[in-house]
């Protein structure tokens, strides 16, 4: 199966949404999408879900599913918003609950916020395998950026989420609560022992020195060119590495922001008595 995949890059968050369709069925899936969030006024906008909500009516298409490879921490989700205006099921890996609980205290949420991963319409198991239209969509667990990774695999394309970047960047940070530099390399080996011509398709790019934007890479450019696991990287060397780099690393800009949003499936927290929703800043805490 070769799926019909067009990105829709968020530059603010160097973001890649994916709408991935069967041209037969014109059945379509959403991949990591992204709402606009501005930090100096704490304002949401949709201009981001609004170019692709035009673009899939334009083209006729049926939104099925609208998946999370992870509860992201540096962007906003829109999948309550494409679901109003598309339809469609939301969904994410089964581990959620491991991440809800872990931030559910550090931004002391309300005590009836669930961590069931309820919040969202469906937790989908490693190996579980569901239809868009006439493509199947297998869902592999990829930990290690984060304890409920998971990516998807949809004919010759897998959707990374953030265990890999392009080459030339290398792999994802591993320092957020429940991150695991070892589960990480594991991760990648899953992904790297599909075969060299299997396309990889990254979440985010950052165009390092300055080349421009891209976001599709292939096993075997990964195994040969990637900066940190490549065919010649072993496990220990591989996880001094990560951990290393990790501790250089500042915090992503939106991360207090994204992380209190998505790990309610994108919902903001519940309105206080003055009809306004609130985030909180833990100071000291990450």
């Not at 829709?8 to 959403?30: G, N, R, S, W």
């Amino acid at each position: 199966m070769k799926p019909e995949i067009k990105a829709f890059f968020h530059e603010p968050t160097f973001t890649v949404t994916y709408l991935v369709t069967d041209p037969e069925t014109k059945k379509a899936t959403i991949i990591d999408s992204a709402l606009d969030y501005d930090p100096k006024s704490g304002r949401t906008d949709t201009v981001a879900a609004d170019e692709l909500i035009a673009y899939i009516q334009a083209a006729d298409l049926t939104v099925e599913w609208i998946l999370e490879t992870h509860v992201h921490a540096d962007h906003l989700t829109a999948a309550p918003y494409l679901k109003e205006k598309l339809g469609g099921t939301v969904c994410i890996g089964d581990h959620v609950p491991t991440v809800q609980k872990v931030f559910k205290g550090v931004f002391n949420a309300e005590a009836k916020m669930p961590v069931d991963g309820s919040q969202f319409d469906r937790l989908l198991q490693d190996g579980e395998v569901i239809k868009c239209g006439n493509l199947e969509i297998e869902v592999l667990y990829t930990p290690g950026h984060t304890p409920a990774c998971v990516s998807y695999i949809i004919g010759d394309a897998v959707f990374v989420g953030d265990t890999l970047f392009m080459p030339d960047f290398g792999t994802a940070r591993c320092d957020f609560p429940g991150g695991d530099a070892q589960q990480l390399y594991k991760s990648i080996q899953k992904i790297l022992d599909r075969p060299d011509e299997t396309r990889l398709f990254m979440c985010h790019d950052y165009a390092p020195g300055g080349r421009d934007y891209i976001w599709e890479t292939t096993v075997g450019e990964q195994k040969a060119k990637n900066i940190h696991i490549n065919s010649s990287v072993g496990e220990a060397e591989f996880v001094k590495m990560r951990t290393d780099r990790d501790k250089e690393l500042d915090m992503p800009v939106l991360i207090l922001p994204s992380v209190q949003v998505n790990m309610r499936a994108g919902d903001f927290p519940e309105p206080e008595d003055n009809g306004v929703s609130y985030l909180k800043i833990p100071l000291n805490a990450l």
